[in-house]
């Protein structure tokens, strides 16, 4: 899974990216501000850290995110080949917004996260129609010389997208068949995107508070809870001061604000959701591991992405959830009380399964 990490200037696209993924830039990578950078996030999961420390094993492995993060963005921007390239090949984007006040950091006019939002949305869906419109002045010629089924619903499905992009809808709001998901994947449409909204708010003293607050407080309930969105909200200058703390001391200094956890935490479970992912667990003491799956996975395509033989000569999947684990302290205790069961393949795993695959392999 890759996200872009978008948003106008000196909102703190760079900072949140740095905080994510531990990456020591200098300031010489940044001297191109179009150039991109891309780093990989753990994901914090304390269900599998539990059930680690039962097994302890030799090695843990949490699931991860790709971040990339690539320059202010604008119409300008947008027209660079190499800048576009690095947004197109993303899976979601991830859209920082400035709600925090610093007289140190210029910004024209008030702070208004839903005016921001609504440019960068303009922006993005410009750079669709554009490459709309020129794909339909290809498909005219071609319909002229050969007509065909294929060319025909390529040519209706552009119109269609055209015409709601036109009223100013991004097409992540348009209704697509899988069919239609299939023709227009190529496209890399920014606008279709899942995208989520971070705004990224000042340092206060009640600070649980104001992020629990922040989405209402901006009026972005309304663009957040359209197709394929969401928000969350963090504070990128106590974000930063957490990641230099080791965890004892992280957990003190969250809870000298009325937070229990940090934002970066809620950032990547709101982006799991919206991406419709969930994980499960394979575990043991030779590793602990976290996969990440798509919502409605089968036991057997979960069991191709550990290994395709897996999948290939998969038998069953003994299963049970996590806290259930924990509860029954081994496999062995939890097959003596029945809450480790056998599943067939068609079963649909859930979102902190552990499982364990049975082949014939």
Avoid at 63 to 68: D, G, K, L, N, P
């Amino acid at each position: 899974m890759k996200t872009g990490i978008i948003g106008l200037p000196q909102v703190g696209k760079t900072s949140l990216f740095r905080i994510l993924t531990k990456a020591n830039l200098s300031a010489q990578a940044y001297a191109n501000p179009r150039e991109a950078h891309i780093g990989v996030a753990k994901v914090p999961d304390d269900r599998l850290d539990r059930l680690a420390a039962i097994y302890n094993p030799k090695k843990l492995t949490h699931a991860s995110v790709e971040y990339v993060d690539v320059g202010a963005i604008g119409q300008e921007a947008l027209k660079e080949t190499a800048y576009i390239g690095h947004l197109r090949s993303v899976d979601a984007l991830a859209h920082v917004v400035r709600a925090f006040e610093d007289p140190s950091i210029p910004h024209a006019g008030p702070i208004d996260p839903v005016r921001d939002i609504k440019n960068v949305e303009f922006d993005l869906m410009i750079s669709d129609l554009g490459q709309i419109e020129k794909r339909l002045e290809r498909l005219v010629k071609d319909l002229k010389k050969m007509r065909s089924p294929e060319l025909e619903k390529e040519n209706e499905l552009l119109q269609r997208a055209k015409a709601h992009l036109e009223t100013e809808h991004p097409l992540r709001e348009m209704e697509l068949t899988p069919e239609d998901k299939k023709r227009i994947r190529g496209f890399m449409f920014l606008s279709e995107k899942p995208i989520l909204y971070v705004l990224n708010v000042s340092e206060t003293t009640h600070l649980g508070q104001d992020l629990e607050a922040a989405v209402s407080k901006y009026k972005l309930q309304e663009v957040a809870g359209r197709p394929n969105a969401g928000a969350t909200a963090i504070c990128g200058k106590v974000e930063a001061e957490l990641g230099e703390m080791p965890d004892e001391d992280a957990a003190e200094f969250l809870a000298s604000y009325g937070l229990t956890e940090s934002g970066l935490v809620r950032l990547i479970r709101t982006t799991y959701a919206l991406l419709g992912l969930v994980s499960f667990f394979t575990i043991g003491e030779d590793e602990c591991r976290a996969w990440t799956i798509p919502i409605n996975t089968r036991a057997v395509e979960a069991a191709g992405a550990i290994h395709s033989d897996l999948e290939k000569h998969f038998i069953r999947a003994e299963t049970i959830r996590w806290d259930q684990l924990l509860e029954a302290g081994s496999e062995a205790n939890a097959r003596a009380k029945g809450t480790l069961r056998l599943e067939g393949k068609d079963y649909i795993v859930q979102d902190g399964d552990v499982l364990h695959i049975r082949h014939s392999g």
